[in-house]
Antibody, heavy 119, light 110 residues
């Protein structure tokens, strides 16, 4: 069955960077995109961007441009999201989600990774 | 990027029908038939309920239906059940292959 399993919770200092992983299984990793979405405590979902696992094409939300980077390791079936220059406002649960390229929805989601930014 | 506008809360009694609206602009909801709806329970990941405005994924109850008129999309839940109590988010593609989510609606079953 399709699964997206994310790395564990992180606590970071302001100004630091965090890297979250998303390991896919149960499907052909390279034929899908991975979207990243975050949700601050008690707040709405916020779209961060996507990476196409096949060729590494990326698209970032303007809200995160320059501060976020998506990569993938096709041999490991894993996508990564790295966010730099962390601020307290970046405290949130970060989700990865699968999206078949050419479609406009995400059908499977990871369990989420809580990133806490605190001094 | 601004969030799509949803009502903060909608409530209904068991068996009733409720509708959640999702208002965007001519650059997102009004321009493309790519509105999706997600259900989210507290502490859980979102679950896809509707895609491309009206389509239900396999396994989603036919009590959930979607529609769109102009810049506003809607999710209707008919025959409301206790298990439908959750947060609901709309999402739309936008210009340049980007996406935007709605502000979220808390559904309460009275």
């Amino acid at each position: 069955q399709v699964q997206l399993v994310q790395s564990g919770a992180e606590v970071k200092r302001p100004g630091a960077s965090v890297k979250v992983s998303c390991k896919a299984s149960g499907y052909s990793f390279s034929t899908y995109a991975i979207h990243w979405v975050r949700q601050a405590p008690g707040q709405r979902l916020e779209w961060m961007g996507w990476i196409f696992a096949g060729n590494g094409d990326t698209l970032y939300s303007p809200n995160f441009q320059g501060r976020v980077s998506f990569t993938r390791d096709t041999s490991a079936g894993t996508a990564y999201m790295e966010l730099s220059s962390l601020m307290s406002d970046d405290t949130a649960v970060y989700y990865c989600a699968r999206n078949i390229r050419g479609s406009t929805w995400c059908d499977y989601w990871g369990q989420g990774t809580l990133v806490t930014v605190s001094s | 990027q601004f969030a799509l506008t949803q009502p903060a809360s909608v409530s209904g009694s068991p068996g009733q029908s409720i509708t959640i609206s999702c208002t965007g602009t001519s650059s997102d909801v009004g321009h493309h038939d790519c509105v999706s709806w997600y259900q989210q329970y507290p502490g859980k990941a979102p679950k896809l309920m509707i895609y491309e405005v009206t389509n239900r994924p396999s396994g989603v109850s036919n009590r959930f239906s979607g529609s769109k008129s102009g810049n506003t999309a809607s999710l209707t839940i008919s025959g409301l059940q206790a298990e439908d109590e959750a947060d609901y988010y709309c999402s739309s593609c936008s210009t340049s292959h980007s996406y935007v989510f709605g502000s979220g609606t808390k559904v309460t079953v009275l």
